[in-house]
């Protein structure tokens, strides 16, 4: 599974960005994807995901700001981001569980875009 995130910049606090994550599969299930972030000097977190059936999930303090969705037939992958704070500074991660039709599973993360949010 290749995947290639996009869409970070520099934004003002109480601004907007929406990241982009396209995704390539091949013959490959997806049965999950999720954008993780990591802020200088921390470790990598959770912040949304989706599963194959749409159900999303999101890092309690985001709910609410942070929008995770899926578009299969652009093979991408979003996260909205409203209302954006100082600490939602931080290198933004795709990242997938796929399997393959033997059920072999394993996971994949895109390269990574910088967010950064001056107050």
């Known amino acids: 599974v290749q995947l290639q995130a996009s ?35 921390q470790q990598r977190e959770l912040v949304a995901s989706i599963t194959s059936a749409g159900v999303t999930n999101y890092a309690g303090s985001l709910k609410g700001r942070f929008t995770i969705a899926r578009d299969n037939a652009e093979n991408t992958l979003y996260l909205q981001m409203n209302s954006l704070k100082a600490e939602d500074t931080g290198v933004y991660y795709c990242h997938t569980d796929t399997s393959d039709m033997f059920n072999r599973r394993w996971y994949s993360w895109g390269q990574g875009t910088l967010v950064t949010v001056s107050s």
């Open 7 to 41: 869409g970070g910049g520099l934004v003002q606090a109480g601004g907007s960005l929406n990241l982009s994550c396209v995704y390539y599969i091949q013959r490959y299930t997806i049965n999950a994807m999720a954008w993780y972030r990591q802020a200088p000097g």
